[in-house]
Nanobody
């Protein structure tokens, strides 16, 4: 069992930056992939960025490439999402998720543990 706690959300103007953090606890061998997903009002949850914690290989949704960066701590129990050049369409609840043997890193169906989410609002 893996527990995930997100932090770092908030309100920012377009063009601004935020850094989200996700702390994982519980079974240290219960996951090898951590990811960020988001759900905007009236829309389905979608992938943002994921990382294989062992290799550091990262994956990004096309909508955030070049603006967002996912990274992890050396102890593989914390993952970050640096969000730059934020746009109003990035407004959403952002969720951290953990999965094990995830064949498709951007497919949320493979993730078995989820955090409660942290709200990001981009507005002028």
């Amino acid at each position: 069992q893996v527990q995930l706690v997100e932090s770092g959300g908030g309100s920012v103007q377009p063009g601004g930056s935020l850094r989200l953090s996700c702390a994982a606890s519980g079974d240290p061998y219960g996951f090898n992939c951590l990811g960020w997903f988001r759900r905007a009002p009236g829309r389905e949850r979608e992938a943002v960025a994921t990382v294989y914690v062992g290799t550091g290989i990262t994956y990004y949704a096309d909508s955030v490439k070049g603006r967002f960066t996912i990274s992890q701590d050396g102890d593989r129990n914390r993952v970050y999402l640096q969000m730059n050049s934020l746009k109003p369409e990035d407004t959403a609840m952002y969720y951290c998720a953990a999965g094990y043997r995830v064949p498709e890193p951007l497919d949320q169906r493979h993730y078995t543990s989820w955090g409660q989410g942290t709200q990001v609002t981009v507005s002028s």
